[in-house]
T-cell receptor, first 114, second 112 residues
């Protein structure tokens, strides 16, 4: 069964450093998403991406964050200058279409900012 | 704004016990409702969904009914197994957005 993959599974970085989290969505999917979960808190929406542009973003997704689909298979989340409070599990998801279509989630990347 | 409230965990049950995990929501319009499950070390997997009032979603013995009058979507299973041990997330998607709004998650532990 096709699945969403994410790399790395765990990333440790120092405060102020740039980090790129990578995702390979399911190949025929057109909608892509990033969510995050700070330890002990809710899973929170960050951004959705369709047709090579951001379709929706949350208040969390400020100028420090960016997303890109650099080729036909990868979908990346960049954090320009990491803060301690960016430490979280980051989940990538993809769906065939919008609306009630299922979002398929990857296993997550645990980001630890020291 | 839109939100989801789930019962606190952990929920600890013996094998073959009946399971209920409560979920209520606040939303404008008519959202779609979902239950996701996260097994240890894995991502979130869709367990079931309901897209309109009175719909019942079901999968793997789990069921949930979209109750508009009580704004609820409680998850039930008649007889849990040890393999059902996981974290369960209730979520909604409003009609005019693609983002999922999640509850805090409820950890289920089933012992033999």
């Amino acid at each position: 069964e096709p699945e969403v993959t994410q790399t790395p599974s765990h990333q440790v970085t120092q405060m102020g450093q740039e980090v790129i989290l990578r995702c390979v969505p399911i190949s025929n999917h057109l909608y892509f998403y990033w969510y995050r979960q700070i330890l002990g808190q809710k899973v929170e929406f960050l951004v959705s991406f369709y047709n090579n542009e951001i379709s929706e973003k949350s208040e969390i997704f400020d100028d420090q964050f960016s997303v890109e689909r650099p080729d036909g298979s990868n979908f990346t989340l960049k954090i320009r200058s990491t803060k301690l409070e960016d430490s979280a599990m980051y989940f990538c998801a993809s769906s065939e279409a919008g609306g009630t279509y299922e979002q398929y989630f990857g296993p997550g990347t645990r980001l630890t900012v020291t | 704004g839109n939100s989801v409230t789930q019962m606190e965990g952990p929920v600890t049950l013996s094998e073959e016990a009946f399971l209920t995990i409560n979920c209520t929501y606040t939303a404008t319009g008519y959202p779609s409702l979902f239950w996701y499950v996260q097994y240890p070390g894995e991502g979130l997997q869709l367990l079931l969904k309901a897209t309109k009032a009175d719909d019942k979603g079901s999968n793997k013995g789990f069921e949930a009914t979209y109750r508009k009058e009580t704004t609820s979507f409680h998850l039930e299973k008649g007889s849990v197994q040890v393999s059902d041990s996981a974290v369960y997330f209730c979520a909604l998607k409003a009609y005019n957005t693609d983002k999922l709004i999640f509850g805090t998650g409820t950890r289920l532990q089933v012992f033999p």
